[in-house]
């Protein structure tokens, strides 16, 4: 991880980081906190498949990944979950109609930063199999995937891979 040197308060190259999720500068006491930030993983199923999509950017290029990011300040969990699938899939969901499932703990490593993330899990059904518009910035390709048949190693974050471990368990 990157390791930041400089104090944005004081500007002295005194920042100390402590391992786990502060930096703070012992010549001006200035604190960043490197909290957790929320993210939500939307489980797209039709029957016993499973809409997955193929990153198209780092973090993890070119694995498979579940629609969905980040939450932006003042928005709520299933109103991300909205938005990022019309963002990435441009198909519009009711709300009403997720299925909140479970959280786990991640990290998210973005130019050399370590984010520590709690991805929140969500299912939304569909009566039929589609294929979405994609936003190619984000997903190169996507696949329907019999759920017995999804390949941990070709997940692309941890967080998921421990979640499909359970749901493939759970839904065979």
Do not use: H
């Not at 957790?36 to 809409?51: F, H, L």
């Amino acid at each position: 991880m990157k390791i930041l040197k400089f104090c944005p308060n004081c500007g002295k190259e005194t920042l100390k980081w402590d391992g786990e999720k502060k930096w703070s500068c012992p010549e001006c006491s200035f604190t960043l906190y490197n909290n957790v930030a929320g993210a939500v993983a939307v489980v797209i199923r039709c029957k016993d498949e499973i809409y997955l999509t193929k990153r198209n950017q780092e973090p993890k290029k070119g694995k498979l990944d579940l629609a969905g990011g980040f939450v932006d300040p003042k928005e709520s969990a299933e109103n991300t979950c909205k938005r990022e699938l019309f963002e990435e899939l441009q198909i519009d969901v009711d709300i009403n109609n997720l299925k909140y499932l479970t959280s786990l703990p991640n990290v998210y490593q973005y130019k050399e930063i370590d984010y520590n993330t709690i991805d929140l899990f969500y299912e939304y059904n569909v009566a039929e199999k589609f294929e979405a518009q994609l936003a190619l910035s984000e997903i190169s390709e996507t696949y329907w995937i019999k759920i017995p048949e999804i390949n941990l190693d070709d997940i692309a974050f941890d967080s998921q891979k421990i979640f499909f471990e359970s749901y493939i368990k759970n839904n065979k």
